[in-house]
């Protein structure tokens, strides 16, 4: 049986310190150190943030809160439990009952996104950018087996973009299984920890995959929480993005022979999740572009829709074919709201046409998601 809430462990996922908002003592600051995007919270939730360390027991916390505000008891627990959903959501914290095997399961997610995003060697990727750089030369042996040291400032570097899912010199897309950086593979754990808790039925669906990073981490959480009987979509041309063909995708030209780092085999996704001893029957691929296969595809019930094609076009082709099969209580996440125009427009006038009514929530610099009710 899952414990109660009170009984859940908290733990924070990511190092931050609240910044006091200037004029207003009441407010604070907490900002993400990958995307330095800032998130709002108030005195009390800055006390919890200061408060939660590595491990917290979350009756503990709200009693020593009910003490430090003068409120009762159940406010207190009440407040840690809203503040612990929504920085869940955002990737801040992460909460569980506390028992061996969620702390395995934990560790297992975790090693699975470091893994994905290619954060467990990153210092290959500074290796192969000297050498592209510069080409070889003497002492080439040491120098690539130092780069972590004596390119300290490169690494660091490299490394927060690959934690970002930031495209720059190509670093989140070139060498890594998934782009889209730790955040929104936090939050796809959030999305599917409410799904399993809650009950919500489904599949779990990507569309634009690419090498298929983010699709094996749906795969791995179905896996780890006992629910691979789920299934676990896979839609893309594997063959890169289609050329732009409307106007609202006019200066967005990443079909394969611009971005080949974008075009993923068929094969080599399977291969990948083979890698990760992760594909199996319940692994259900569509090859092909979205317009002729999504509209007929044998899926019937999705509890996580996540879309990450970078076009209007194929944002849209996606929510027209996928949204109505997205259950009451499952997750909508789109990638590429923020960073790219076109997809915005998609999501926007999708929703208007459908009087959505369920805020958006960001999740970092491009990511957001909501839940349907
Ligand atoms: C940005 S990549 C996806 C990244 C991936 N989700 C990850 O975890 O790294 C975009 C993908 O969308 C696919 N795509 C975009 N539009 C498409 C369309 N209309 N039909 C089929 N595939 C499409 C491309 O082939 C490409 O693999």
């Given at each position: 049986?899952?414990?109660?809430?009170?009984?859940?462990?908290?733990?924070?996922?990511?190092?931050?310190?609240?910044?006091?908002?200037?004029?207003?003592?009441?407010?604070?600051?907490?900002?993400?150190?990958?995307?330095?995007?800032?998130?709002?919270?108030?005195?009390?939730?800055?006390?919890?943030?200061?408060?939660?360390?590595?491990?917290?027991?979350?009756?503990?916390?709200?009693?020593?809160?009910?003490?430090?505000?003068?409120?009762?008891?159940?406010?207190?627990?009440?407040?840690?439990?809203?503040?612990?959903?929504?920085?869940?959501?955002?990737?801040?914290?992460?909460?569980?009952?506390?028992?061996?095997?969620?702390?395995?399961?934990?560790?297992?997610?975790?090693?699975?996104?470091?893994?994905?995003?290619?954060?467990?060697?990153?210092?290959?990727?500074?290796?192969?950018?000297?050498?592209?750089?510069?080409?070889?030369?003497?002492?080439?042996?040491?120098?690539?087996?130092?780069?972590?040291?004596?390119?300290?400032?490169?690494?660091?570097?490299?490394?927060?973009?690959?934690?970002?899912?930031?495209?720059?010199?190509?670093?989140?897309?070139?060498?890594?299984?998934?782009?889209?950086?730790?955040?929104?593979?936090?939050?796809?754990?959030?999305?599917?920890?409410?799904?399993?808790?809650?009950?919500?039925?489904?599949?779990?669906?990507?569309?634009?995959?690419?090498?298929?990073?983010?699709?094996?981490?749906?795969?791995?959480?179905?896996?780890?929480?006992?629910?691979g009987e789920r299934r676990t979509w896979l839609a893309d041309s594997f063959e890169g993005l289609p050329e732009p063909s409307?106007?609202?995708?006019?200066?967005?030209?990443?079909?394969?022979?611009?971005?080949?780092?974008?075009?993923?085999?068929?094969?080599?996704?399977?291969?990948?999740?083979?890698?990760?001893?992760?594909?199996?029957?319940?692994?259900?691929?569509?090859?092909?572009?979205?317009?002729?296969?999504?509209?007929?595809?044998?899926?019937?019930?999705?509890?996580?829709?996540?879309?990450?094609?970078?076009?209007?076009?194929?944002?849209?082709?996606?929510?027209?074919?996928?949204?109505?099969?997205?259950?009451?209580?499952?997750?909508?996440?789109?990638?590429?709201?923020?960073?790219?125009?076109?997809?915005?427009?998609?999501?926007?006038?999708?929703?208007?046409?459908?009087?959505?009514?369920?805020?958006?929530?960001?999740?970092?610099?491009?990511?957001?998601?909501?839940?349907?009710?």
């Open positions: 049986m899952r414990p109660s809430r009170p009984e859940r462990c908290i733990r924070r996922l990511v190092a931050a310190t609240p910044v006091p908002v200037p004029d207003d003592s009441t407010r604070f600051d907490l900002l993400h150190p990958d995307t330095a995007l800032p998130y709002r919270i108030n005195a009390a939730s800055a006390w919890i943030w200061t408060n939660l360390e590595e491990e917290t027991d979350a009756e503990t916390l709200a009693g020593r809160l009910a003490g430090a505000f003068g409120i009762g008891p159940d406010a207190a627990a009440e407040g840690l439990a809203a503040f612990v959903e929504r920085m869940s959501a955002l990737g801040f914290v992460a909460a569980d009952d506390g028992s061996p095997e969620a702390r395995l399961r934990a560790r297992y997610l975790g090693l699975l996104k470091s893994a994905l995003a290619n954060l467990l060697y990153p210092e290959h990727e500074l290796r192969i950018e000297l050498l592209e750089r510069e080409g070889p030369q003497p002492d080439l042996a040491r120098r690539l087996r130092d780069i972590r040291y004596s390119n300290a400032e490169q690494f660091e570097a490299l490394v927060a973009h690959k934690r970002d899912g930031r495209n720059w010199r190509q670093r989140a897309t070139r060498f890594s299984h998934t782009m889209i950086g730790l955040k929104r593979l936090q939050n796809l754990e959030y999305c599917a920890q409410r799904v399993f808790a809650d009950g919500v039925p489904g599949d779990f669906l990507e569309a634009g995959v690419c090498q298929g990073g983010g699709a094996i981490f749906l795969r791995g959480l179905q896996v780890a929480h006992g629910e409307l106007e609202q995708d006019r200066g967005y030209d990443f079909h394969e022979a611009v971005q080949p780092w974008l075009a993923a085999g068929l094969e080599a996704v399977k291969d990948n999740f083979r890698t990760y001893d992760l594909l199996s029957d319940a692994v259900r691929f569509l090859p092909g572009w979205f317009a002729d296969t999504l509209p007929g595809a044998p899926v019937e019930r999705l509890a996580i829709l996540r879309i990450d094609a970078d076009l209007y076009l194929s944002t849209k082709q996606a929510l027209d074919a996928l949204y109505d099969k997205v259950e009451p209580g499952g997750f909508v996440v789109v990638d590429d709201y923020h960073a790219f125009p076109p997809c915005r427009a998609a999501v926007d006038e999708f929703r208007a046409g459908r009087g959505i009514a369920e805020p958006i929530t960001r999740i970092d610099w491009t990511g957001i998601f909501w839940r349907k009710r």
